[in-house]
């Protein structure tokens, strides 16, 4: 699955596993983007934990950036093959990763430090998305 969001422009990208009871949500609110997993046997409280993706702008501030557009970003979220482990990518390139088998979240901002699904923390392993086909 795939959609290209405009940095700055409040844009919600869900994705539910229909074989696990599994779910993610990436929500950009036009300031900061956040990636959430959930489990949908929780009834109204069912995210799990969530992780940190970015501050737009950290990105519209950056040299490159063109200010009078809002800069195109395609989002990509891929499951595993048995739907436990799930990837958010953007242009591309994983930045936040869940790992329900394991209760365990992974980003490349490593914010928060650790929450209580993910006591060990959200630092960035590359095995976390070792189930996806990536150029190397």
């Not at 557009?69 to 436990?84: G, L």
């Not at 242009?91 to 209580?116: E, I, L, Q, T, V």
Request: proline share 6%; glycine share 6%.
């Amino acid at each position: 699955m795939g959609q290209t969001l405009h940095l700055g422009m409040p844009t919600v990208v869900e994705s539910n596993a229909d074989r696990t009871p599994y779910a993610v949500v990436f929500e950009d609110d036009g300031k900061c983007a956040y990636f959430y997993g959930l489990d949908t046997r929780l009834g109204n409280q069912p995210v799990l934990d969530s992780v940190y993706v970015y501050h737009v702008s950290s990105i519209l501030d950056h040299p490159t950036a063109d200010l009078d557009v809002h800069v195109p970003c395609d989002v990509d979220i891929v499951w595993s093959t048995d739907q436990e482990r799930v990837a958010l990518l953007l242009n591309g390139h994983p930045h936040a990763a869940f790992d329900f088998a394991a209760k365990h979240a992974y980003c490349k901002s490593n914010f928060p430090a650790a929450s209580r699904w993910s006591a060990d923390g959200h630092a960035w392993d590359d095995h976390a998305v070792d189930f996806l086909d990536l150029p190397t």
